[in-house]
């Protein structure tokens, strides 16, 4: 794991444990193209790398920081993360020329063949899967207004205010809408 750290040689590891500190722009995990965030910062980190027999376990933690936008107001949203790596490798015996089961069901786990192991994509997932689904600057983000569009977080707008009977009537919220339908259905 030297000179690419997220190369794990085999044989080095049957000599005992790897250990492996990160320190790498993001550009090497192939975070400089995530749509909606922007990775400025290293990925840093540790990885432990332990031979059992022919499976081979990658175990430790990867940290960076990211830069999103709010879905509500379109400010800036900084976000920490820090992803928990247990990784599962198991030697691939397989025939060359038999086709993969693609419609097989259960876990996913890795394998390998040959004496390395390429993680850089799996790690890349694993810290991807930390990033928020809805980016939000704050919990109490006021948003941008519907009639001007001014970020409502800054101040009111100069829009003028609705009276009560104009008001819109909210949105219902989705995951509750498609609940409430199901309730509904009858099934004789």
């Given at each position: 794991?030297?000179?690419?750290?997220?190369?794990?040689?085999?044989?080095?590891?049957?000599?005992?444990?790897?250990?492996q500190?990160?320190?790498?722009p993001?550009?090497e995990?192939?975070?400089?193209?995530?749509e909606?965030?922007?990775?400025?910062?290293?990925v840093?980190?540790?990885?432990?790398?332990?031979?059992?027999?022919?499976?081979?376990?990658?175990t430790?933690?990867?940290?960076t920081?990211a830069t999103?936008?709010c879905?509500?107001?379109?400010?800036?949203v900084h976000?920490?993360?820090?992803?928990?790596i247990?990784?599962?490798?198991?030697?691939?015996e397989?025939?060359?020329?038999?086709?993969l089961d693609?419609?097989?069901?259960?876990?996913?786990?890795?394998?390998?063949?040959?004496?390395t192991?390429?993680?850089?994509e799996q790690l890349?997932g694993?810290?991807?899967?930390?990033?928020?689904?809805?980016?939000?600057?704050?919990?109490?983000?006021?948003?941008?207004c519907?009639?001007?569009?001014?970020?409502?977080?800054?101040?009111a707008?100069a829009c003028e205010?609705?009276?009560?009977?104009?008001e819109e009537?909210?949105?219902?919220?989705?995951a509750?809408?498609?609940?409430?339908k199901?309730?509904?259905?009858?099934?004789?």
């Amino acid at each position: 794991m030297a000179d690419n750290p997220f190369r794990i040689d085999i044989q080095r590891v049957s000599q005992g444990t790897a250990k492996q500190d990160i320190k790498v722009p993001p550009e090497e995990l192939g975070l400089d193209d995530v749509e909606g965030f922007t990775f400025e910062n290293e990925v840093t980190g540790n990885l432990m790398v332990v031979l059992s027999g022919d499976d081979v376990f990658v175990t430790g933690t990867l940290k960076t920081t990211a830069t999103g936008k709010c879905v509500c107001c379109l400010g800036p949203v900084h976000c920490d993360l820090r992803a928990n790596i247990g990784l599962p490798y198991v030697k691939d015996e397989r025939d060359a020329d038999l086709p993969l089961d693609e419609t097989a069901k259960g876990p996913v786990i890795d394998s390998y063949s040959g004496n390395t192991i390429e993680a850089a994509e799996q790690l890349r997932g694993v810290l991807l899967l930390e990033l928020p689904d809805v980016p939000r600057c704050s919990a109490d983000c006021k948003g941008l207004c519907p009639s001007c569009g001014a970020n409502l977080n800054e101040g009111a707008c100069a829009c003028e205010p609705k009276d009560q009977d104009e008001e819109e009537e909210p949105m219902p919220d989705p995951a509750n809408t498609w609940k409430d339908k199901l309730k509904q259905i009858k099934i004789d």
